[in-house]
């Protein structure tokens, strides 16, 4: 069976599994998140899973990644690959301070009745005016943003990467994404275009789930200015993952709009 693009894909998975903690999570791992020395390069491996961070369903395509350098500026992978399980691609740090990785798509999800039977598309909106039956009943268009981060800083970090693009859901750091302690409380806000996302559920799962009977989530609800407050237990990879239905949808065709969004952040022992 071909397997979809990471458009494709991803809208699969964040309209129909619920919002956070989804049975299959989106992620991107750095083999390290902190370096430093005169030619760094780090090496990331992108994924689907249903274990944290253990690729065994399905590669994430690297056709949507982005990468900003630490002065703002777009910079390409190197090395780029897409294996049976998951995507491997290493990122040259030619300047000091903070890289974001992001893996970022959106696209239109329907659902629709034709004959009595139940269907469902998934595409963008130029392709959705002749994919749908004129004849299809109970049509229900869902926009879907969907975006998926890593971080590593070289040397001294800095903030320039880090700046919200105001589309979708997105993570602003008040601690320093790659500044992480275990045991001490960290603080973000979570914005939705830009605006404070309040009222979000926020969950965090510590990697190597595939070892643990439980997910052992931490959770967070955010305040008012979109700000919520996580404290680690250990060191190690976590999963920070939240998602929201509401705000306005961008394409004319939709009526309701979902927006998730995750990150792998690696917190450091005391």
Same mark, same amino acid.
């Given at each position: 069976?071909?397997?979809?693009?990471?458009?494709l894909?991803t809208?699969?998975?964040?309209l129909?599994?619920?919002?956070?903690?989804?049975?299959?999570?989106?992620?991107?791992?750095?083999?390290a +998140?902190?370096?430093?020395?005169?030619?760094?390069?780090?090496?990331?491996?992108a994924?689907?899973?249903?274990?944290?961070?253990?690729?065994?369903?399905?590669?994430?395509?690297?056709?949507?990644?982005?990468?900003?350098?630490?002065?703002?500026?777009?910079?390409?992978?190197?090395?780029?690959? +897409?294996?049976?399980?998951?995507? /491997?691609?290493?990122?040259?740090? +030619?300047?000091?301070?903070?890289?974001?990785l992001?893996?970022?798509s959106?696209?239109?999800?329907?659902?629709?009745?034709?004959?009595?039977?139940?269907r469902?598309?998934?595409?963008?909106?130029?392709?959705?005016?002749?994919?749908?039956?004129?004849?299809?009943?109970?049509?229900?268009?869902?926009?879907?943003?969907?975006?998926?981060?890593t971080? /590593?800083?070289?040397?001294?970090?800095n903030d320039?990467?880090?700046?919200?693009?105001?589309?979708?859901?997105?993570?602003?750091?008040?601690?320093?994404?790659?500044?992480?302690?275990?045991g001490?409380?960290?603080?973000?806000r979570?914005?939705?275009?830009?605006?404070?996302?309040?009222?979000?559920k926020?969950?965090?799962?510590?990697?190597?789930?595939?070892?643990?009977?439980?997910?052992?989530?931490?959770?967070?609800?955010t305040?008012?200015?979109?700000?919520?407050s996580? +404290?680690w237990?250990?060191a190690?990879m976590?999963?920070?993952?939240?998602?929201?239905?509401?705000?306005?949808?961008?394409?004319?065709?939709?009526?309701?709009?979902?927006?998730?969004?995750s990150?792998?952040?690696e917190?450091?022992?005391?």
């Open positions: 069976m071909h397997k979809p693009s990471l458009p894909a809208l699969a998975l964040a129909l599994l619920p919002l956070s903690a989804q049975a299959h999570k989106m992620w991107m791992v750095p083999s +998140t902190n370096v430093a020395g005169t030619d760094p390069w780090v090496t990331v491996d994924a689907i899973s249903n274990d944290l961070f253990y690729p065994d369903h399905h590669p994430a395509s690297l056709e949507s990644l982005v990468i900003t350098a630490p002065d703002g500026q777009t910079a390409k992978p190197e090395h780029a690959v +897409t294996g049976q399980y998951r995507s /491997v691609f290493d990122v040259h740090l +030619t300047q000091p301070g903070t890289w974001k992001a893996l970022v959106q696209g239109l999800f329907a659902s629709y009745e034709l004959n009595g039977e139940k469902r598309w998934r595409g963008d909106a130029d392709a959705l005016a002749t994919a749908i039956p004129a004849g299809a009943k109970q049509v229900v268009v869902t926009e879907s943003a969907n975006r998926v981060e971080f /590593v800083s070289n040397g001294k970090p320039t990467a880090l700046k919200p693009t105001g589309v979708g859901l997105e993570l602003v750091p008040v601690t320093h994404v790659t500044d992480l302690v275990a001490e409380p960290a603080s973000f979570l914005l939705l275009d830009g605006k404070p996302a309040a009222g979000a926020v969950t965090a799962i510590a990697g190597a789930t595939r070892y643990r009977n439980a997910q052992e989530e931490i959770t967070a609800t305040g008012a200015d979109g700000g919520f996580l +404290t237990p250990h190690g976590y999963w920070v993952n939240a998602g929201v239905e509401g705000g306005k949808p961008h394409a004319k065709q939709a009526s309701r709009r979902r927006a998730a969004y990150a792998t952040l917190v450091l022992p005391e």
